[in-house]
């Protein structure tokens, strides 16, 4: 499933906003990565995911952007830019909430000026004595089944499977974690039989999807808030091309620009981001190697390619 996002003036935002305020919503606000985002809700189930997902803050703290995620008979999303506000209606998917939210941080990003720049990746990373693969590809390409697979071997650390933030230093391209927990897919032991177990007895939503601890699902000490990028791997699935290959600087931001940047929620789509983001590519793709990796193999056969780049 993917969406369309409908852009509201201000005008429009402010009437829709005080419809909402006069309903009886959950109101919880989360830092993410130093963006403080206020969440509304509802639903009681994206209430408790949420919290669980995020890191939360008091609510005096004032926030930088905020979203609403309501009944409604109609699947919507609506996007007022200059107050960062999202309208989400009639959604029974907790992963659009999570991503939108994501997505709002992305946004506030990009539009904000900063001597330390950040800039924000669809993607997992996985962690090796302080330093790691980015993994990024379309959707079913393998990102997940690949990043659980490198997890399996214990000199390998949690950062991320769905999204990081990169600040690009110096000397360092640094990798910083998007979410507190994470939301897993409820069939990982499919791929990996290693897995089989350890979501038993965790509450799942309407896609057999969890918020799961991932100190308890891996152990504390294999849990990174931050990493430094030393490789980048992209993923597709393409009978006609070889199991792995190293890309140019412009043949991976080729393959972004083909596929979207690999991410379906970005909040706005005009030439100036698209400029934007293509330079940050650009300037990641020339501080560490990129790949190719075709995931037409089997998975552990795709598993055994990446994990040679990565120890």
């Given at each position: 499933m993917s969406y369309t996002v409908q852009i509201i003036s201000k005008k429009k935002k402010d009437e829709l906003m005080s419809k909402l305020y006069s309903s009886t919503l959950y109101e919880r606000k989360a830092i993410i990565h130093g963006t403080c985002v206020k969440f509304f809700t509802d639903n009681h189930d994206f209430k408790d995911m949420w919290e669980d997902n995020f890191d939360l803050v008091p609510d005096w703290l004032r926030p930088h952007a905020r979203l609403f995620a309501v009944e409604g008979s109609e699947f919507r999303v609506l996007y007022e830019p200059l107050s960062k506000t999202v309208i989400l209606t009639g959604c029974d998917y907790y992963g659009w909430v999570k991503s939108i939210a994501l997505g709002l941080v992305a946004d506030f990003f990009e539009d904000f000026t900063?001597?330390?720049?950040?800039?924000?990746?669809?993607?997992?990373?996985?962690?090796?004595?302080?330093?790691?693969?980015?993994?990024?590809?379309?959707?079913?390409?393998?990102?997940?089944?690949?990043?659980?697979?490198?997890?399996?071997?214990?000199?390998?650390?949690?950062?991320?499977?769905?999204?990081?933030?990169?600040?690009?230093?110096?000397?360092?391209?640094?990798?910083?974690?998007?979410?507190?927990?994470?939301?897993i897919r409820g069939d990982l032991e499919n791929s990996w039989a290693e897995y089989a177990g350890r979501?038993?007895?965790?509450?799942?939503?309407?896609?057999?999807?969890?918020?799961?601890?991932?100190?308890?699902?891996?152990?504390?000490?294999?849990?990174?808030?931050?990493?430094?990028?030393?490789?980048?791997?992209?993923?597709?699935?393409?009978?006609?091309?070889?199991?792995?290959?190293?890309?140019?600087?412009?043949?991976?931001?080729?393959?972004?620009?083909?596929?979207?940047?690999?991410?379906?929620?970005?909040?706005?789509?005009?030439?100036?981001?698209?400029?934007?983001?293509?330079?940050?590519?650009?300037?990641?793709?020339?501080?560490?190697?990129?790949?190719?990796?075709?995931?037409?193999?089997?998975?552990?056969?795709?598993?055994?390619?990446?994990?040679n780049l990565l120890l």
């Open positions: 900063s001597e330390h720049r950040r800039y924000s990746v669809h993607g997992s990373f996985v962690d090796s004595g302080g330093r790691g693969i980015g993994i990024i590809g379309p959707s079913g390409s393998g990102k997940t089944t690949l990043t659980y697979g490198l997890l399996m071997d214990k000199k390998c650390n949690f950062v991320t499977d769905d999204w990081f933030f990169v600040r690009l230093a110096e000397n360092d391209t640094i990798i910083h974690s998007a979410e507190k927990n994470s939301y979501l038993k007895g965790i509450k799942k939503d309407k896609q057999d999807r969890a918020i799961v601890d991932v100190k308890q699902f891996f152990g504390s000490d294999r849990i990174r808030s931050h990493s430094v990028l030393t490789t980048t791997v992209l993923l597709t699935r393409n009978k006609s091309l070889p199991p792995l290959s190293k890309l140019s600087e412009k043949q991976a931001i080729d393959f972004m620009l083909k596929n979207d940047f690999c991410n379906p929620h970005q909040l706005v789509r005009n030439r100036e981001k698209l400029n934007q983001r293509k330079q940050f590519f650009s300037e990641l793709f020339t501080r560490a190697p990129v790949y190719l990796l075709n995931t037409i193999e089997t998975p552990q056969q795709s598993l055994e390619r990446i994990k």
